[in-house]
């Protein structure tokens, strides 16, 4: 999220679904069962699509023992069993009386049992990683993400990284003049298909030399940076050669009497390397970037701490949504952007935005989640689930879409109220070309801004899913019905 700059406070200057249950089945012909009616959509593992000819209603039941139900099959149950897996246990009880099992672990297994009423189709499958990727394979991935440092427009690091992840999992990637990256992932859609854009920021906020005096380096924010939290704080910084350094505030007698009793200011802070001051003044130039670097640490509750969460939690929710459409078809074209400078300019998504021309476009971002001190209306509580941006920057039809298809699959969504600019992606991808219709989904953080950043799994996992479900939902005529209609 983007903040102003050198202020404390913090300005937001910010149908119908249809359920395409599409797995791998590993034999090698149609599923066995005799179906009446054409609803989901399965592949073998030679990729053969083929359809399940019958309804396949789902009831849910989650481990809290919350029943719900899809429009369209099963008994579902979930249960998370550690803070690095998930494990879902699925009864299928179908029309024709057959009953499935379907164990989806965090390892690369897949159980896929058939057992009972019809003895026809009682059977035992197991698939290697042919299903549902594990959600909780996020974590190494968004793990990494923190360990690099792709400070807003100098985002080159965690490019590359996000790169090497998308690869595999759509069918054309490139970069934007401004470092943005473009992955398209085509829709089965037949003629010309329409494409939505999902954004999710992938800079980081930090710091850049401005000023080396006497070996200790001088500097300014790059994103919003409240600087009563960098006292202390290991950095690395970015010269001929990476330095490592940590954030140090001068002896309090040293400091003018007007300086000694508040929080020290920016222009008071320093990095010191530890070199001698020639040895300083010849590895680090002004206009060096500093970047934190401090590691991300598991908390207890599945919650990950750490440094530039805003905004790669997104990045990681958004690559869910690109590995869960692995298993989904889904007509429209599908543009994953890792956007550049979000925390500066916002001038990342605006051009891509421009180049891509999207009918719609969905921005992710994080947002406040509940701490001391920050219970308002603005704020939401971590690990409850996701947020639906509603404003001046965000499509009312796609809000109300959004919202539906989350009641449906029971992923608890807030309405994040942003009257004015959401300071987020979303107003530079709504304004672009001759406006795109363009809805924002957050994610919970606490402490944001800081290096200890704070988001819980779940909530990113929440997002991925419910994006995917968005995705392979959307029809032709998507478009065509968009009003801009508040009631
Ligand atoms: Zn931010």
Not at 176 to 194: D, E, V
Not at 358 to 380: E, G
Request: aromatic share 6%.
């Amino acid at each position: 999220m983007l903040f102003a700059r050198r202020g404390r406070r913090f300005v937001r200057t910010p149908t119908r679904q249809h359920y395409a249950n599409s797995h791998f089945h590993q034999h090698g012909r149609c599923h066995p069962i005799p179906h009446r009616q054409s609803n989901s959509i399965h592949r073998n593992q030679h990729n053969y699509v083929h359809a399940h000819r019958q309804r396949n209603f789902h009831n849910h039941v989650n481990i809290h023992g919350q029943p719900y139900a899809f429009p369209a099959a099963d008994l579902h149950l979930y249960s998370v069993a550690n803070s690095n897996r998930y494990t879902d246990i699925n009864l299928h009880t179908l029309a024709d009386a057959d009953q499935h099992a379907d164990i989806h672990t965090n390892s690369i297994l897949h159980s896929y049992n058939h057992s009972v009423a019809n003895p026809a189709i009682a059977n035992l499958h197991t698939f290697s990683k042919l299903n549902h990727k594990p959600m909780t394979d996020i974590l190494p991935f968004l793990k990494s993400l923190l360990a690099v440092s792709g400070l807003s427009a100098y985002e080159g690091p965690a490019a590359h990284l996000i790169e090497e992840k998308w690869k595999p999992l759509v069918d054309d990637i490139t970069a934007s003049r401004l470092g943005s990256l473009h992955a398209l992932k085509r829709g089965h859609g037949k003629g010309r298909r329409p494409s939505v854009m999902i954004a999710t920021h992938m800079d980081a906020i930090g710091l850049m030399v401005t000023k080396i005096v006497d070996g200790f380096l001088h500097v300014d924010e790059i994103g919003g940076i409240d600087s009563r939290i960098l006292p202390g704080t290991p950095v690395m910084v970015h010269g001929k050669q990476d330095l490592p350094g940590v954030i140090v505030i001068p002896p309090m007698k040293t400091l003018p009497e007007s300086a000694r009793e508040d929080a020290i200011g920016l222009p008071y802070l320093l990095v010191d390397v530890g070199l001698l001051p020639s040895k300083t003044a010849s590895l680090v130039r002004v206009g060096d970037l500093v970047s934190f670097d401090t590691q991300p640490v598991e908390l207890a509750g599945d919650i990950l701490s750490g440094h530039s969460l805003d905004n790669r939690a997104s990045v990681a929710a958004l690559t869910i949504c690109l590995e869960e459409l692995q298993t989904k078809l889904h007509r429209w074209d599908v543009w994953a952007v890792a956007t550049a400078q979000e925390e500066e300019t916002i001038g990342g998504a605006a051009t891509s935005a421009f180049d891509l021309h999207p009918d719609l476009a969905v921005a992710i971002d994080v947002t406040f989640a509940k701490s001391p001190s920050a219970n308002d209306w603005q704020a939401f509580p971590m690990g409850k689930g996701v947020t639906l941006g509603w404003g001046a920057n965000l499509h009312p039809f796609l809000y109300k879409n959004f919202k539906e298809l989350a009641d449906k699959l029971e992923i608890p969504a807030a309405m994040d109220i942003t009257p004015a600019h959401s300071g987020t992606d979303a107003y530079s991808i709504q304004v672009a070309r001759e406006g795109i219709p363009t809805m924002l989904l957050g994610i919970p953080l606490r402490y944001m801004h800081t290096s200890v950043e704070l988001v819980a799994i779940k909530d990113v996992q929440r997002v991925g899913r419910l994006l995917a479900e968005f995705i392979s939902g959307l029809e032709d005529d998507f478009v065509s019905k968009i009003v801009w209609d508040e009631e």
